[in-house]
């Protein structure tokens, strides 16, 4: 049964400061790891997608890598603001899970200005 | 488009009656999918939908769940009789027809359920 780790499970940080959120996975038969954000109350957006066959993928202040082999994943958020304050959840679809997505428990972020 | 459209938003029941969560996905999106998310368990797949056939509902807890989809454009999740501890966030999501293991999912703002 495939099982989703997010750690730290919170981080607080300054305004302006780089940081890496880590998700690790324990069925490295995944067909895709993805990134997404929850904002209180809302539901969850989805922020990055990386396939199976990919190392990393970037979009805006956000960079994302996986290393299959090893089950790990991280979220690197650039010249962090307030605005990036949410809940980040890592999910991956593999096969001995029926394609179906896991979830970790995520990381809350607050950054303070 | 206007995204995934739950209602309600907010839902206060007694225990024993029927609560019916409604889902419109994004049109043209083949796949759909229930999501419960609680304090205790995270987030938590329910059933999912391809082309308003149900493909898995091994994560519907017990038989007091049932969801339907009758048409491409609604589903429905039905718990009867509640129970508090069906109180939680439940969400819809839908994605196109890649599959869910290639296409990103997109989510609704959830229902917030609450069992007294």
């Known amino acids: 049964k495939q099982e989703v780790t997010q750690i730290p499970a919170a981080l607080s940080v300054p305004e302006g400061e780089n940081l890496v959120l880590n998700c690790s996975f324990t069925?490295?038969?995944?067909?895709?790891l993805q990134w997404f954000r929850q904002d209180p109350g809302k539901g969850l957006t989805s922020l990055l997608l990386?396939?199976?066959?990919?190392r990393e993928q970037t979009s805006g202040r956000l960079n994302a890598s996986l290393d299959k082999s090893s089950g790990r994943s991280t979220l690197y958020i650039a010249a962090s603001q307030p605005g990036d304050s949410a809940t980040y959840l890592c999910?991956?679809?593999?096969?001995?899970?029926?394609?179906?997505?896991?979830f970790g428990e995520g990381t809350q972020l607050t950054v303070n200005p | 488009d206007a995204g995934v459209i739950q209602s309600p938003r907010h839902e206060v029941t007694e225990m024993g009656q029927e609560v019916t969560l409604r889902c419109k996905p994004i049109?043209?999106?083949?796949?759909l999918f229930w999501y419960r998310q609680t304090m205790m368990r995270g987030l938590e797949l329910l059933i999912y939908?391809?082309?308003?056939?149900?493909?898995?509902d091994s994560g519907m807890p017990e038989d007091r769940f049932s969801a339907k989809m009758p048409n491409a454009s609604f589903s429905t999740l039905k718990i009867q009789p509640s129970e508090p501890r069906d109180s939680a966030v439940y969400f819809c999501?839908?994605?196109?027809?890649?599959?869910?293991?290639?296409?990103?999912?997109?989510f609704g703002p959830g229902t917030r359920l609450l069992v007294l």
């Open positions: 999501a839908s994605s196109l027809w890649g599959g869910i293991g290639i296409e990103t999912q997109y």
């Open positions: 069925d490295s038969a995944i067909y895709n």
């Open positions: 990386i396939q199976s066959s990919q």
């Open positions: 999910a991956v679809s593999a096969e001995t899970s029926g394609s179906r997505l896991t």
């Open positions: 049109s043209g999106h083949d796949y």
């Open positions: 939908f391809n082309n308003n056939v149900p493909i898995d």
